[in-house]
């Protein structure tokens, strides 16, 4: 399952998409623990899988809120992205 | 069996009994500032409708923003799953449930069970189109019921940002001052906030046909700029703001047996 946390504004489209069937597979979900923010959390979803998402006070916000791990040039590797084994984690913007 | 689905929304709170596929009650209240108590109320108005006691419920499963603190209940559901489940349940041929409600948004691409395969939520401010639509109402002295009707009126199209609820006053100063039609401001409201929605559904993608589900369904201003935006029919249940409790209802029966 594709899970997309986000929103469209005036500036234009922030989601982050989470494609939590890898997430079963995953026994210590390190990419938990690598955002600087702790926007994560790991979840149990209506089907009883334990799932990573993103925390519902950072779900508004996620384009002010990764926005130190994304300057204007240079754009290093995002944390959240290079921590997940299975590249389940995508950013839109 | 008998359950109960409590959907406790941003701004109402609904009940619906359901035995086997037969609704009992359906029942609603303002949320406000206390949503545990008006979900206690309108529980009980649904007891008084059904005329079954508690005691007559085999499970109780809540949903919504406040499915946490929900009373009476002991399990809930994600309102994503609620929306799908309460929406296949009624059009089986669907595969994109849309529910807005009254301050966030969320598009779900579902299997014929109902089970949610992807999903898009927007909780930010103004996501779900009635608290937007009821701030520019007031602004245009517009009746809420008479301003989705307005819009059907306009063939104009004009842009808008439409993006803070806080702000929704603000935006329609421009164009009242340009001596701009209400219809076409009503037009331009409901298309701003549809095409945030259409955002999200894009990244489910539309899916065979859709539905739209929740409060806002019933305004037909919005539902016009919705297909509009997707270039497709949209289906509105005959209750669009009980889905999400009929959900709740069916989910309870299912993981009680
Ligand atoms: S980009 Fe940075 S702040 Fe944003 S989710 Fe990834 S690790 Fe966290």
């Keep these: ?93 | 069996m008998t359950t109960a689905g409590i959907d406790l929304g941003a701004k109402f709170v609904k009940v619906l009994f359901l035995k086997d596929d037969e609704v009992l009650a359906r029942t609603q209240e303002r949320a406000g500032f206390e949503p545990v108590e008006a979900a206690k109320r309108a529980f009980a108005a649904a007891l008084s409708e059904s005329g079954l006691t508690e005691n007559d419920l085999d499970a109780i499963f809540a949903t919504g923003a406040g499915r946490q603190v929900s009373p009476f209940t002991k399990d809930s559901v994600t309102e994503v799953g609620a929306a799908a489940r309460g929406t296949i349940h009624l059009y089986p041929s669907v595969r994109t449930v849309i529910d807005v409600g009254g301050e966030e948004g969320r598009a779900v691409k579902c299997g014929e069970t109902g089970k949610v395969e992807d999903f898009a939520v927007n909780e930010q401010c103004a996501a779900g189109a009635r608290s937007f639509t009821e701030s520019i109402a007031r602004a245009l002295e517009v009746p809420l019921e008479e301003f989705g009707k307005l819009s059907l009126k306009s063939e104009k199209s004009i842009p808008m940002n439409a993006q803070c609820a806080v702000f929704a006053e603000s935006e329609v100063v421009s164009p009242v001052h340009a001596k701009t039609p209400k219809e076409d401001i009503s037009r331009a409201v409901h298309d701003a906030i549809a095409s945030r929605i259409i955002s999200m559904v894009r990244r489910v993608g539309i899916n065979n046909e859709v539905a739209l589900v929740g409060g806002v369904a019933y305004n037909p201003g919005f539902v016009d700029a919705l297909e509009r935006g997707m270039e497709t029919k949209v289906i509105v249940p005959e209750h669009p703001e009980y889905v999400g409790a009929l959900g709740a209802a069916l989910t309870a029966r299912e993981r009680s047996k």
Excluded at chain 1, 9 to 19: L, P, R, V
Excluded at chain 1, 42 to 64: F, G, M, Q, T
Excluded at chain 1, 69 to 89: H, N, Q, Y
């Design chain 1, 1 to 93: 399952m594709k899970a997309n946390y986000g929103y469209m504004d005036g500036s234009g489209e922030y989601y982050i998409t989470i494609d939590t069937d890898h997430c079963n597979d995953c026994t210590d979900h390190p990419r938990v623990g690598a955002c600087p923010v702790g926007m994560f959390e790991i979840i149990v979803d209506d089907y009883d899988d334990e799932v990573a998402a993103i925390k519902e006070e950072n779900r508004k916000k996620v384009k002010y809120d990764c926005a130190p791990c994304k300057p204007v040039t240079g754009r290093p590797p995002l944390p959240c992205v290079e921590a997940c084994p299975a590249d389940a984690i995508s950013h839109s913007w």
